[in-house]
């Protein structure tokens, strides 16, 4: 499976926008870029995905870097509720593309 | 938005019962999926499931586990004889399609064996 790296942890401020990344630099030219989240005691939860354009949804900000090798999750104004474990995740092209390999994501505490 | 149900939210068991699972997926859904994740641990792939057979499965997925779409609307796993490592949060989830589909998942299980 390609890997992703993303760093373990990640702080921000109530209402500051925050700017998490992503390395894929194996990534195949089919392959989907995916971020999900998990909330304390919760399943993960589905935020954004994009193959090479830049994504915007109610959530979030997606910015996918020109050659593809790495990708930003923007959340604008971070909340309190946004404290979670993001994942960025590839959905591979050549494999059963359902099986969605999680790593250690990264950790966002968002301070009052 | 609609929603995956599992059910029960917990579960405990003796080592050595068997133990079944339960998901409701989202009704137009095509593609179920189980994933578990130990405390403090990674959320790992078991199985996936189309058309009424499993297209992949992990190593953790060995023989004592199984799963199964009774009816058409629920989507099970089984572990026939529970052993202490299982202990897990046990996550269901469901997508119309899989590579440009997003997963929905469930509130979880957690299976505790004692």
């Known amino acids: 499976d390609a890997k992703t790296t993303q760093p373990n942890s990640m702080e921000s401020n109530e209402e500051e926008p925050v700017h998490l990344p992503c390395n894929h630099s194996?990534?195949?030219?089919?392959?989907?870029i995916h971020w999900y989240r998990q909330l304390p005691s919760q399943g993960p939860e589905y935020v954004i995905h994009?193959?090479?354009s830049n994504v915007n949804n109610r959530m979030a900000s997606l910015a996918i870097a020109e050659d593809r090798k790495s990708s930003t999750l923007i959340l604008h104004r971070a909340t309190l509720r946004d404290a979670a474990v993001y994942y960025c995740?590839?959905?591979?092209?050549?494999?059963?593309?359902?099986?969605?390999?999680f790593g250690d994501g990264t950790t966002l505490t968002v301070k009052p | 938005e609609p929603e995956v149900t599992q059910t029960p939210s917990h579960q405990v068991t003796q080592m050595g019962q068997e133990v079944i699972l339960h998901c409701v997926p989202i009704?137009?859904?095509?593609?179920f999926y189980w994933y578990r994740q130990i405390l403090g641990q990674k959320v790992e792939f078991l199985v996936s499931?189309?058309?009424?057979?499993?297209?992949?499965k992990s190593e953790i997925f060995d023989d004592q586990f199984s799963v199964e779409r009774p009816d058409g609307s629920n989507f099970t796993l089984k572990i026939r004889s529970t052993k202490l490592e299982d202990s897990a949060m046990y996550f269901c989830?469901?997508?119309?399609?899989?590579?440009?589909?997003?997963?929905?998942f469930g509130s979880g299980t957690q299976l505790s064996v004692l």
């Open positions: 499931f189309y058309n009424n057979e499993i297209s992949e």
């Open positions: 994009g193959l090479t």
């Open positions: 009704s137009n859904h095509l593609y």
């Open positions: 194996t990534i195949s030219g089919t392959d989907y």
């Open positions: 995740i590839l959905k591979l092209y050549n494999t059963n593309a359902g099986k969605s390999t």
């Open positions: 989830a469901s997508s119309y399609e899989t590579l440009n589909e997003k997963l929905f």
